[in-house]
């Protein structure tokens, strides 16, 4: 049984920063896509950032391009996500998601099989 667990959610004032993680069990996460989406209360789910099964290519949305950074350990099977220079328009809860799929698109939550709880990132402004 596959489960992602996030961590590191808070609250900070923008200009800040925050380290959000995920551990997976059950799965090797190199052989798996990840993404980070988040989803402000009213609003739909957005992707964040995502990386490929593999060669472990990034790929941001525009909002967090420059901002953000996604990366894994392998060792620990964990995925995270930095965030600096945070904004109060970050302010959602925070999942991490998981696929195994051979063909898939990172910004597309519909690929993702396997999620976490999320965690709450709030900025003051």
């Known amino acids: 049984q596959v489960q992602l667990v996030e961590s590191g959610g808070g609250s900070v004032q923008a200009g800040g920063s925050l380290r959000l993680s995920c551990v997976v069990s059950?799965?090797?996460?190199?052989?798996?896509?990840k993404g980070w989406f988040r989803q402000a209360p009213g609003k739909q789910r957005e992707w964040v950032s995502g990386?490929?099964?593999?060669?472990?290519?990034?790929y941001y949305a525009d909002s967090a391009r420059g901002r953000f950074t996604i990366s894994t350990d392998n060792a620990k099977n964990t995925v995270s996500l930095q965030m600096n220079g945070l904004k109060p328009e970050d302010t959602a809860m925070y999942y991490c998601?998981?696929?195994?799929?051979?063909?898939?698109?990172?910004?597309?939550?519909?690929?993702?099989?396997?999620w976490g709880q999320g965690t709450q990132v709030t900025v003051s402004s």
């Open positions: 990386i490929t099964t593999g060669n472990g290519r990034t």
């Open positions: 059950g799965y090797a996460i190199n052989n798996m896509y």
């Open positions: 998601a998981a696929g195994t799929r051979g063909a898939y698109d990172l910004s597309r939550a519909s690929y993702y099989d396997y």
